[in-house]
């Protein structure tokens, strides 16, 4: 009996010792498969963190493009600059929400990142390489971002606002015609279209308000409703005839986006100080030729005569009235960079040209509704005025006093007798300041790597 009992006993034990092996290996490959997947996760999330940092890189060439500003970076060949950034613990990046951090110190891990940038302005380029090294894991991950830019216009749409825009009184026009064309005809429907689209960044219902004005093109918002008077209308030209107070819906929607940067001025070096202008002055001449302005004050029959192709700075303000008037020759051009506020009426100002593109003006403050623009006037205004920032006013000028261009302002508001004219070639502008992009991809094969780690043999692959 008592060698049935220790036999038992033998037995019960050896069955624990096998439940406690597989137990064990259980546990070990459970174990080794967390681990195993802990290394997955962790690889998977330092992919898209070199991803996120290549991006970062992509920002900093962008920077460096729209500022013309390389401080810091290595030339190479005729357009290319080379940068390195290294040791990253932390990068701050810009997000539709507002910013957020990716932080990487603190967990044994430094990035680094080495951006090439392709300046042709006829063919802009920008590519990155973003590395994470793990020192505890003793790994590096890469990757590698090319984007393909291209110039673009700041005017590709007639009236554009960031906040609101709203038609007052009656007899508010925007349409469209193409100064490649030649002149804007209101009798006929030669040059004279219906693309005048009227824009806004809002989302809100109802900051779009066309009251009873008449829009022949296009009104967008970027999520709001329309408010469209009883008297209002919105159609095209040709289509007709139309019943009064027609209003074709199919040309309003409300998914409208558009990149609107703030705007600065070039470089001052070698410009001419002039100090303020307040009487009859005649500037330009052989070649682009560059102002500084405190003020403009014209009035009382004070001419400013535009002689030649000029850049302008005016640190103060713009008041053309009454009989004051900015005259810009037919074979002059003129870009205008305004840190104050601006008022164009009386005789307004007379651009021989007939062309918008060679009148352009841009508001510099950067603070919502700081200051303001006010156009209007007895003369026929070719001009493009881009003011993301700034409170416009738009003015009926009688009979004469129409508007021919394109306006990109905050606030908008169009007063009564208001004529807006878009000018379709302003669309075409090519500003070296302003980049779309064309594409964006990973570089992933071996063939289409780019060299990195020998700077000076990148421009080659451009």
């Given at each position: 009996m008592r060698q049935k009992t220790t036999s038992k006993r033998g037995s019960a034990m050896i069955g624990a010792l096998i439940i406690a092996i597989l137990a064990g290996a259980i546990g070990a490959s459970i174990l080794d498969s967390a681990f195993t997947e802990m290394k997955m996760s962790r690889r998977h999330m330092e992919q898209q963190h070199a991803v996120t940092l290549a991006e970062a890189g992509l920002e900093e060439g962008v920077r460096a493009m729209i500022a013309g500003d390389w401080t810091g970076w290595t030339s190479y060949g005729t357009y290319g600059y080379y940068k390195n950034i290294t040791s990253v613990s932390n990068v701050v990046l810009s997000g539709i929400s507002g910013n957020f951090s990716l932080g990487l110190g603190g967990r044994g891990r430094t990035g680094e990142i080495k951006v090439y940038v392709h300046a042709d302005p006829s063919d802009p380029v920008i590519a990155a390489e973003a590395s994470i090294f793990n020192r505890g894991a003793g790994s590096t991950?890469?990757?590698?971002?090319?984007?393909?830019?291209?110039?673009?216009?700041?005017?590709?749409?007639?009236?554009?606002?960031?906040?609101?825009?709203?038609?007052?009184?009656?007899?508010?026009?925007?349409?469209?015609?193409?100064?490649?064309?030649?002149?804007?005809?209101?009798?006929?429907?030669?040059?004279?279209?219906?693309?005048?689209?009227?824009?806004?960044?809002?989302?809100?219902?109802?900051?779009?308000?066309?009251?009873?004005?008449?829009?022949?093109?296009?009104?967008?918002?970027?999520?709001?409703?329309?408010?469209?008077?009883?008297?209002?209308t919105i159609h095209d030209y040709l289509g007709g005839p139309y019943p009064a107070k027609y209003k074709d819906m199919s040309r309003v929607?409300?998914?409208?986006?558009?990149?609107?940067?703030?705007?600065?001025?070039?470089?001052?070096?070698?410009?001419?100080?002039?100090?303020?202008?307040?009487?009859?002055?005649?500037?330009?001449?052989?070649?682009?030729?560059?102002?500084?302005?405190?003020?403009?004050?014209?009035?009382?029959?004070?001419?400013?005569?535009?002689?030649g192709d000029v850049k302008l700075i005016v640190t103060g303000d713009v008041a053309v009235t009454g009989t004051g008037k900015i005259d810009i020759d037919n074979t002059a051009s003129m870009e205008m960079y305004v840190d104050g506020n601006v008022k164009i009426a009386g005789n307004g100002m007379a651009n021989?040209?007939?062309?918008?593109?060679?009148?352009?003006?841009?508001?510099?403050?950067?603070?919502?509704?700081?200051?303001?623009?006010?156009?209007?006037?007895?003369?026929?205004?070719?001009?493009?005025?881009?003011?993301?920032?700034?409170?416009?006013?738009?003015?009926?000028?009688?009979?004469?006093?129409?508007?021919?261009?394109?306006?990109?302002?905050?606030?908008?508001?169009?007063?009564?007798?208001?004529?807006?004219?878009?000018?379709?070639?302003?669309?075409?502008?090519?500003?070296?300041?302003?980049?779309?992009?064309?594409?964006?991809?990973?570089?992933?094969?071996?063939g289409e790597l780019l060299p990195f780690h020998t700077p000076a043999d990148l421009p080659s692959h451009f």
């Amino acid at each position: 009996m008592r060698q049935k009992t220790t036999s038992k006993r033998g037995s019960a034990m050896i069955g624990a010792l096998i439940i406690a092996i597989l137990a064990g290996a259980i546990g070990a490959s459970i174990l080794d498969s967390a681990f195993t997947e802990m290394k997955m996760s962790r690889r998977h999330m330092e992919q898209q963190h070199a991803v996120t940092l290549a991006e970062a890189g992509l920002e900093e060439g962008v920077r460096a493009m729209i500022a013309g500003d390389w401080t810091g970076w290595t030339s190479y060949g005729t357009y290319g600059y080379y940068k390195n950034i290294t040791s990253v613990s932390n990068v701050v990046l810009s997000g539709i929400s507002g910013n957020f951090s990716l932080g990487l110190g603190g967990r044994g891990r430094t990035g680094e990142i080495k951006v090439y940038v392709h300046a042709d302005p006829s063919d802009p380029v920008i590519a990155a390489e973003a590395s994470i090294f793990n020192r505890g894991a003793g790994s590096t991950i890469s990757r590698q971002i090319r984007v393909d830019m291209e110039s673009g216009s700041l005017f590709e749409n007639g009236v554009v606002s960031r906040e609101s825009t709203t038609f007052k009184g009656g007899n508010v026009l925007v349409d469209s015609y193409d100064s490649r064309l030649g002149g804007y005809t209101e009798s006929s429907y030669v040059n004279r279209f219906a693309n005048g689209t009227v824009a806004t960044l809002a989302v809100l219902n109802d900051l779009l308000d066309i009251g009873n004005g008449a829009v022949r093109g296009y009104i967008a918002t970027a999520g709001g409703t329309v408010d469209i008077g009883s008297q209002g209308t919105i159609h095209d030209y040709l289509g007709g005839p139309y019943p009064a107070k027609y209003k074709d819906m199919s040309r309003v929607t409300n998914d409208f986006y558009a990149d609107l940067p703030d705007i600065s001025a070039p470089s001052s070096t070698g410009y001419t100080n002039l100090g303020s202008i307040t009487g009859t002055t005649t500037i330009g001449g052989a070649g682009t030729q560059g102002y500084i302005i405190d003020n403009i004050t014209l009035s009382g029959g004070a001419t400013l005569t535009i002689a030649g192709d000029v850049k302008l700075i005016v640190t103060g303000d713009v008041a053309v009235t009454g009989t004051g008037k900015i005259d810009i020759d037919n074979t002059a051009s003129m870009e205008m960079y305004v840190d104050g506020n601006v008022k164009i009426a009386g005789n307004g100002m007379a651009n021989g040209t007939g062309k918008a593109e060679n009148a352009l003006i841009f508001g510099m403050d950067s603070t919502d509704g700081n200051k303001s623009i006010t156009l209007g006037g007895n003369a026929v205004l070719h001009a493009a005025v881009y003011a993301p920032a700034y409170d416009f006013t738009v003015n009926g000028g009688g009979a004469d006093g129409h508007i021919h261009g394109a306006i990109v302002g905050y606030r908008i508001t169009m007063n009564g007798g208001a004529q807006f004219h878009y000018d379709e070639a302003l669309s075409d502008l090519k500003m070296g300041d302003n980049f779309t992009i064309e594409s964006w991809r990973e570089l992933k094969g071996v063939g289409e790597l780019l060299p990195f780690h020998t700077p000076a043999d990148l421009p080659s692959h451009f």
